[in-house]
Structure formats: C-alpha cells, structure tokens
C-alpha cells in the first residue's frame, strides 16, 4: 500500500466524501433490483428466488461496506502521512534557517567576541544559540577552538613584541659598541693603557654575547699591542747599540785616515763610505722603531756641510752634483734629521734614475728658509706614484702597518718632515725626470751672527775693495763660516802679547803658528799690504819663521805618509 | 756607550775629494802653493779657504792643517785647483839658492823662538 503524493489527495477526498452515499445507493438499487427479482419470480421459485436474491443482496452489501471500510481506513492514514509531511517540511525549513542564521550571524559574533578577548563561554551565551542541539555543540566546539587559537595568537604576538624590542635594544648596543666604545678603546690601547683600564673605563654593552667578544677583542688588541711595542722597544735598543758602533767606526776611520798613508787611504774611504750606508740603514730603522738618530750636533752646520753629510751616506754619491753657495747653517739640533731627509731623498732620486744621469742638488736662499731641489732625470713619475710618494712624505701613515716591502725611506722623511716642519713636494722636473722641494723653515737655521770674527784674519788682510765674491753675494746669508771650523776662532786675544820684541810671534798652545803669525801681521795692517807687495824679501824672511813651525806641525800630522819627504824637510823652505 | 752630541764634523773626506783617494799631482809636503784668483760663488768651500789661505805663499802641509784634513786629500784639492789655473805651485828645490837662504842673524832669532815655544 502506498502513500498517495500529497497533490492527488484532493482528488481522492472528493470520492472519499462521497463514498458513504455511494454503497448506500448500491444496496439500495441492488435491494431494490433484488425486491424486483423477488416479485417478478414465479411462486414456485419465489422462496428460491427470494433466497437466491437474499444471497446475493448480502453478498453485495458486505462487500459494500467492507471495501467502504477499508476506503476510510486508507483515507484515514492519508491524511497523516499528508501531516507528517508537512511537519517534517517545516522543521527542515526551521533548521535550514536556524543554520543560515548561525553562519552568517552567530558565528561571525562569537568571532568578535572571542577576538575582543571574553571567554568562549561568555561570548555563546552573549549570542542566541540555535535551538537545535547539534548546532550548539558545534558552536561551542568552534567556540573553544577558536578561543584557543585567539589565545594563542595573543601570546605569539606578544612574544614577538618581546622578541622584537630585545634586538632592537642588541642592535643599539652594538651599534654604540662598533660607532663609539670600540674606537675609543682602540686609541686607548694605542696610547698605552692596559686592557683591564680600558674594560674599567669604558661603558660596555650589557649583553653577555657581545660583552664577551668584546672583552677578548681588547685583551687580544692590548696584547697584540704590548707585543708591537715590546718588539718595537727591542729593536729600537739593539738598533741604537748599532748606531753606536757605525759611530764609533766612522770615528776610527777618521783617524786612521788622518794617520796612515796614501797606500790604505782609498780603503779607508771605501770603509768609511759602506759605515756611512750602514749609519743611514740603521738610522732608517731606528727611526721607524721610534728610537733615535746616531748622531746629533752641538753647532750649527753649514748648509755645504749638510749636503755633504747627506751625499755622503748614500751609495751614489757619485752621482749627486751638488750647487750651493749658501753660507746659511742649519741649528745644530735639526742638523741630523735635515740630513738624513736629504740623504733618504737623494737615495731616492739616485735610484729611480738611470745609472748614468745625475742628480742635482741646487740650494736656494728665500725669505721663507732654504729651499733644497733635488731633481733627477730618470722616468717621470706617474700621478698616481708621485700622489703616494707625497703621502708618505706628508707624514699622516704612521702606522709601522702601511709600510710597503723595503721602501721605507719615504716613511722616515714624513716623519723627519712633520718633526721639523719641513715642508717636502714633488714635482715633474724641467730635466725629464722628478723634482723633490724642500723647504727648510727659517726656525731650522741658525741665528745670523755678525760674520766679521768668523772670518779668518787672513781676509781681513785682504784687500777691502775686492771681497771674495761667494761672500759679497750673500753677506747677509752668513750665519757660519763658509766651511766648519771645529774651533771657532777666540775671541780677540790682547795685541800686545803676541810678538817678542824682535817680531817673531807667540804661539799660544792651541794655535797654529800661521795663525799666530796672520793676526801679527793683521795688527800691522795699515802698512802690512804695502810693505808685503813692495819689499817682498823682508816679509818672506819674516814669515819664515811661522813656517817653520806650521811646518814642523804638519809634519808630525803628515807622519807615515812622506817618506822621501823627509829628506828635504831639514831644507829650510824657500821664499817665493 | 753613547755620546750625546758630536762635536765633529758630518763631512766625510770623500765627499770632499768626490771619491777620489789618489792625488795624481806630485805635491809634496813644502811645495809652496799660491793662489791666482779670488774665491768664486758656488765654489766647494775647501778650494775657497786654500784660495785664501794662499793668497801669500803657503806649503802644503800648512793648508793640510790649516783646514784639518789628511795630506792627500789636501793634495787632491791642490791638483783640481791647478788643473782649473787657480793656483800655482813652486817646488821647493827649484827655488833653492844660497842667496835666498835665512841668515844667520835669523836663524838665531828662530832658535830663540823656537826656545820659547
């Protein structure tokens, strides 16, 4: 039996109606057509025919009504299925909307809610929770889960809040560390503290990880530091026992040149040339090793002097052509530092020249000091050399680590420069080759004295209308003797000791006779030229006796190397 | 060990003779050296001083110690004077006559003096 769709019930609630009054109308037309058969019968067959149609009227009529019945009872559950039908569509309609409420409202609210931090708790019982059971568990179960993620993501982003502030405040730090505390310990160590002065000193990060690479960067640099200077100290020392010794040979060899001979004077020159080298390497070195110069002057020196102590330490000395007609003299305190700058420049220009060309030296008197050009005619340097090349003579690359190699006399001449202030330039010379000016300051020369009681009296004898001419061109540039003189002349002795009364003069010990014999006869000066011009023999007879004893001087100086001189010299010598 | 300063001079005598260590003129001792012109600029400042010192004539040894330096090399600046005509140079024993001999009345008085040195 099946369930009638619900359109076609209409359809059968009409004949449902009038199902009552349809079995009746057949028992009534059957009762009816039965009463007819019965009266129609013969009366032979009336009881028959009556039973017969009695029969079949009752067979009718229970048919009638049972199908009647069964008619209801099938209209009956119609109509509840029809309702149960309609229920089931109203509540599916309900839970349909319920839903739809529940995701576009609800959920988005609880959301909210759980975002704005109430508890999943409070923010499903804030909201209408749907009636159906199913989609409250739900809800709660997005709700828990949601509050868990919302929990989790406030605790994530807090952490990386934290996170963030921490190395913000470790870049600051180091930051300070790298821009600010770690130079100022750097010049703190160079300077000589101690590692545990500068850690004490200095405000160091707080950090432990960069606190403690910090901590071991300094110890190391003051280590390193401390060794640096040590080794320094150490050559610095042993350098200056060097010196000591090339001094004290170049001494040796002085005097043995003075004593011995002209067989062995050439080797002495060429030992005395290689100690001078040597004087210089060791003098280079030293300088660099912060120690001092070999040597230092108590007198000023001339300038012919200066370049010659110069030239002479340097293995092409040769080479060197030196042009000066300056007396100046350079104070005895920076006579040694302009002479090593000098000879360091020579060297140089010596040695980036061909082998061939020289070098000239040209001095210059200006009012700003003493300009010294030293031009060789080798290559032109490049720009780029020669910008080099005036940044190390500039002084600034004090760093024993910018040294390049074996070049290290630049570097000496920066320092030599910045000590004196003297003032070092390159320049491509007019020779083809590379110019070097320097200009010594005016503070670096010596006081100008009054020329007149260095000159010898011997000038003085001379006649005053012709003065020597290197001396007229520059007599206010004076301030020395044209060559040093070790033992400045004395100052005037008194005139009247000096002759016995027969003329001859008076040597007083530690003067030559001759220039005893000079100032004799500057005193008589006046008719001294005359008297020396006109009556040549007199003068000669006169002066034979301060020959004599020069003579006898000179020979005792001259030992060893006159032999067959020593044979003539009981001859009295010869007037002219 | 050391010696603070030096009292020297910073010239060393080849720097003086530019090298050389042999004077190939035959200077002796006593030969008598006069100059024939004045110093001039830019000189080297020992032919100056012998240009002076010989402006009346002075032996070789006596310019030696006059300027303080070795015979030779004295010698060697003697010879570039004469090869530039600076200076001339009269051996003793050409000049050597009886006739300008001392005489006795001054050799007396340099025995004197010599007595008195």
Redesign the interface.
Known sequence: MSVPAPPSQHRSAKPGRAAPVVPLAVLVVTAAAAGAVAAVAPASARSWALATVLGAWLCVAVTVVVSALLLRRARRQNLRLGAEAQQARAQSAQTAGETAHLVTVTVPAVVKRLRDGTSANDAVTGVTPPSDPQLRQLLHVFAAAMEEQVRHAVTAGAELRQAREESGRAAAELRRLTDETLPTAVTRLREGHSAETVLAELDWPGLPLLRAPAESFVRELARSERRAAAAQAASAKAL??V??KA?SM??DL?EM??RH??EV??DL?KL??ST?QLGLMTDRLALLMGGRSS?????P??M???L??A??RIAA??RVRL???TGAAVT?FA?EGV?HLLAELMDNAANFSPPIDEVNVYVEERSAGIVVTIEDSGLKMAAAAMRRAEEAVSGRMTDLATLQGTRLGLAVVGRLAVKYGISVNFRPSSRGGTGVVVLLPRQLLAQQRDPAPRR?P??H??PAP?P???RA?LPEARPAP???L?EQPAPPRPAATEA?P?G????TPGR?M??AEREREQRRDPRGETE?TTRPDT?A?R???A?????H???R??RG??G??DR??P?????? | MRRPVDTGDPDRLYTVTGGRSRADDDFDLVTLVVSESEPTAGMQSEHARILDLCRHPTAVVEIAAELKLPITVVRILLGDLLAMGRITARHPRAAQSLASLPDSALLKEVLHGLRNL
């Open positions: 200056s026992r010196q000591a001094v170049l001494a002085r040149q003075e001979g002209e004077f050439g020159l005395d040339h001078s040597r230092a002057w108590n007198k020196i001339v012919e002097s200066i010659r102590g030239v002479g000395y040769q042009h000066c007609s005895g006579a002479m010898s011997a000038r004898a001379a012709e020597a001419p290197a061109e044209p060559a040093p070790p016995t027969n001859l003069p008076v040597r030559t001759a220039e020396r003068a007879t002066d034979a006796g020959r004599f004893g020069a003579f001087r000179g020979r100086s001259g190397t006159t067959p001189d003539t010299a001859e009295p010598p010869a007037a002219p």
